[in-house]
């Protein structure tokens, strides 16, 4: 009878409490902490109020809701999914859309290096994809309602601040999953590990093939057309990040670059045609992907880089169409596939 009262106490708490918002949306007075993306994501997507919504990969993950609201008036939400395939992100903005059918625009990255994937893929890197969590089964939910980390990382931490005075409230959008230390970027984070052999002319060059574009093209049409044509009244905005060129010179050593230029040309073309779908391309900015102060790493830029890119993608620059499609990624082909990329370690 202990142990039966404990347990019914212990998943109560969980339940009433609800730190990953898998059945309500927070409670007033107590402070929940946004720290988990896989976790927490699905609930904000399901039990949030919002209009717009800013999502994707860890690229995504330095954007402002507030930036996104001051340029289009909108209530919006962030929910980044570090290196999630583009089944996982198109299954959270189904669930968005289920729930809040009045969706009226979706910021959402297209990472050129997950695009010639499986449309059905799931990415198990960051560990075991929380399935109980998203899904509508009620009978696996046991699983988070006797979560000894959630019970007292999350739980027991909420009473205790609670206890103590802390305000109640969530942590800003803004703030949620940001990575604001300006110690953190630079030339040297950028270049961290490498050399100018991790960057040199490749052995061999690996083209695009026929079956890599046809799962290009299946990718992005079950992942992000098929979104789109079902709602009509959603405007849609998918921008490739602009990686540093640290990452395009490895691209160039591992003799891929022109596999992902192809790749992200096929996937761009077929995604033109949809009219509430916008696709912005911001490798045609060089000057941008050249400067190693926005970069953390080869791949993540800081805050004040994503809300230029927000605010070009607002003005319309770098969005790609079909008049120009051909001038865009001819000019990427002429540049990164010409750039002296050793001279980085000079």
Known sequence: MIVLAFVVLAGGMVVILDPFFHYHSPLPGFHYELDSQRYQNDGITRHFPYNAMITGTSNSENFHTSGLDALYGTQSVKVPFPGASYHEVAQNLRTAFRTHPDLKLVVCSMDDSYLIEEPDAMHDELGEFPTYLTDRNPFNDIRYILNRDVLFNYCGVMLVQRLKGTPGGVTDFDSYSEDSDPAQFGRDAAL???????????????????????????????NIADIAKAHPDTEFCYFIPPVSIVRWGTNYHAGILERQIDAEEAAVRELLELPNLRIYNFYSNTELVTDLGRYKDPVHYNAETAGQLLAWMKEGEYQVTQDNVDEVFGLEREFYNHYNYTELFE
């Not at 100018?196 to 574009?213: G, N």
């Open 192 to 222: 961290f590990g490498l050399s100018a052999e991790d960057v040199s002319a490749p052995d061999e060059v690996q083209p695009l093939t026929d079956a890599e574009r046809e799962l290009v093209e299946k990718n992005v049409r079950r």
